[in-house]
T-cell receptor, first 116, second 110 residues
Framework: EPEVTQTPSHQVTQMGQEVILRCVPI?????FYWYRQILGQKVEFLVSFYNNEISEKSEIFDDQFSVERPDGSNFTLKIRSTKLEDSAMYFC??????????????FGNGTRLTVT | KNEVEQSPQNLTAQEGEFITINCSYS?????LHWLQQHPGGGIVSLFMLSSGKKKHGRLIATINIQEKHSSLHITASHPRDSAVYICAVPKDFGNEKLTFGTGTRLTIIP
């Protein structure tokens, strides 16, 4: 069965550094998402992406964050100038249709980001 | 903004027991997601439903749109069912932004 793959599985970075989290969504999916889960807390929506542009973003997704689909397969989340509070598990997901409401979501295994 | 409440927060049961996890939300929705988060952290989508009932193996999900309530049932529970079960709904009808519940931590004892 096709999978969403995320790399790296763990990333440790120093405060102030830039990080890029990478995702390869399922190939025929059209909608892509990033979610975040701070340790011990609930999963939070960050951003949705469709047709090469952001379709929705949360209050968390400020100017520090950006997303890109640089080619036909990768979907990346960039965090500029990381802060300690960015430490979390970041999940990528994809769906065939409008996954937020109408299509099942397929999640990657997550990237655990630790900012020191 | 859709508020999501799950109950119970923690549930411990003996192997073989019938399990029920509940989810209530505040704003009308197009569909509700049930997710399973493994101890290692990975998330798997179990169900997406907009009405009635769905069944997959020993798992059953029901939703009552009028009452804004959904339940996830596990029949003949097994230790491998031990995980966190999460309910998620769109912010409002048809919206891409999902709001997640805090999850129910299920532990099945052999």
């Amino acid at each position: 069965e096709p999978e969403v793959t995320q790399t790296p599985s763990h990333q440790v970075t120093q405060m102030g550094q830039e990080v890029i989290l990478r995702c390869v969504p399922i190939s025929n999916h059209l909608y892509f998402y990033w979610y975040r889960q701070i340790l011990g807390q609930k999963v939070e929506f960050l951003v949705s992406f469709y047709n090469n542009e952001i379709s929705e973003k949360s209050e968390i997704f400020d100017d520090q964050f950006s997303v890109e689909r640089p080619d036909g397969s990768n979907f990346t989340l960039k965090i500029r100038s990381t802060k300690l509070e960015d430490s979390a598990m970041y999940f990528c997901a994809s769906s065939e249709g409008t996954g937020g409401g109408n299509s099942p979501l397929h999640f990657g295994n997550g990237t655990r980001l630790t900012v020191t | 903004k859709n508020e999501v409440e799950q109950s119970p927060q923690n549930l411990t049961a003996q192997e073989g027991e019938f399990i029920t996890i509940n989810c209530s939300y505040s704003v009308g929705i197009s569909a509700l997601h049930w997710l399973q988060q493994h101890p290692g952290g990975g998330i798997v989508s179990l169900f997406m439903l907009s009405s009635g009932k769905k069944k997959h193996g020993r798992l059953i999900a029901t939703i009552n749109i009028q009452e804004k309530h959904s339940s996830l049932h596990i029949t003949a529970s097994h230790p491998r069912d031990s995980a966190v079960y999460i309910c998620a709904v769109p912010k409002d009808f048809g919206n891409e932004k999902l709001t997640f519940g805090t999850g129910t931590r299920l532990t099945i004892i052999p």
